[in-house]
């Protein structure tokens, strides 16, 4: 049972392109979490999907940022018009749960976003 | 809004020390998760506390959850090198996501 995969591990853009990041969560998992975390800090709170809705985005910037679950395939986090700020890791997580879920998030192992 | 507090942000100690590491939220929560993260690696889930009074241990390492105080404890015994990460509390409530705490960096030394 392969854990959940993010790809690409590691992202260069410049300024104004768009990175798109994908994360395949574990099999069996509907529940996906994208976090960012910015270096030498926590990891905060992005979205909550599950498959084709938006559970929550309080934590997503207004502009620029979407992320979609879509019935087929990965989650996709998509940034518009990169600035360097967006440079970070992002974490995307799955859980079989969710809702009132009280076991575990298991986490990717990031993709690295560097913004030039 | 739940906010999530760790002490210390840093942490030096000599191999074969014991010491704690402290975890404060503000509101209440009914799920607590310590996680372990190497640099530039994934998290590691560590522990999982669901109830007041809840204890875990793996190894070297014990969380506590205590909801009345709002209070987390990672105790940490006999520390070794290979201890040295960052370790991070997060806490849930309902069906909110989890609000990370700002992580402790442990460094553990001859």
Known sequence: ?116 | ELKVEQNPLFLSMQEGKNYTIYCNYSTTSDRLYWYRQDPGKSLESLFVLLSNGAVKQEGRLMASLDTKARLSTLHITAAVHDLSATYFCAVGRNTDKLIFGTGTRLQVFP
């Open chain 1, 1 to 116: 049972n392969a854990g959940v995969m993010q790809n690409p591990r590691h992202l260069v853009r410049r300024r104004g392109q768009e990175a798109r990041l994908r994360c395949s969560p574990m099999k069996g998992h509907s529940h996906v979490y994208w976090y960012r975390q910015l270096p030498e800090e926590g990891l905060k709170f992005m979205v909550y999907l599950q498959k084709e809705n938006i559970i929550d985005e309080s934590g997503m910037p207004k502009e620029r940022f979407s992320a979609e679950f879509p019935k087929e395939g990965p989650s996709i986090l998509r940034i518009q018009q990169v600035v360097r700020g967006d440079s970070a890791a992002y974490f995307c997580a799955s859980s079989l749960l969710g809702q009132l879920n009280t076991g575990e998030l298991f986490f990717g192992e990031g993709s690295r976003l560097t913004v030039l």
